[in-house]
């Protein structure tokens, strides 16, 4: 099992930044893929982006272009940078694993909050 770790999260102002980070242990070397999802309060969980093993990202539309996903083998750690984020980032962000064998791991999650 890989388990996850979210930091990060908090109160910004609309046009600013935040950097969420996510620390992988256990059975890393079954990981696929690297996910950052998020959940609004009364809204469905939707995927933010993901980065694979070997490097590729995907982001959703509604994020591209001013978020960036990325990581740090040596630390085990993958990192969500947010730019210019607006009152509608406002979520819970969920650090997500995609192991090899289908199974999903979840971490615990972190606020963030958008004032306008």
């Known amino acids: 099992q890989v388990q996850l770790v979210e930091s990060g999260g908090g109160l910004v102002q609309a046009g600013g930044s935040l950097r969420l980070s996510c620390v992988a242990s256990?059975?890393?070397?079954?990981?696929?893929?690297m996910d950052w999802f998020r959940q609004a309060p009364g809204k469905q969980r939707e995927l933010v982006a993901c980065?694979?093993?070997?490097?590729?990202?995907t982001y959703a539309g509604s994020v591209k272009g001013r978020f960036t996903i990325s990581r740090e083998n040596a630390k085990n750690t993958v990192y969500l940078q947010m730019n210019s984020l607006k009152p509608e980032d406002t979520a819970v962000y969920y650090c997500?694993?995609?192991?090899?064998?289908?199974?999903?791991?979840w971490g615990q999650g972190t606020q963030v909050t958008v004032s306008s």
């Open positions: 256990g059975s890393i070397f079954s990981i696929n893929s």
């Open positions: 980065i694979t093993s070997g490097g590729l990202t």
């Open positions: 997500s694993a995609l192991e090899t064998r289908g199974f999903r791991s």
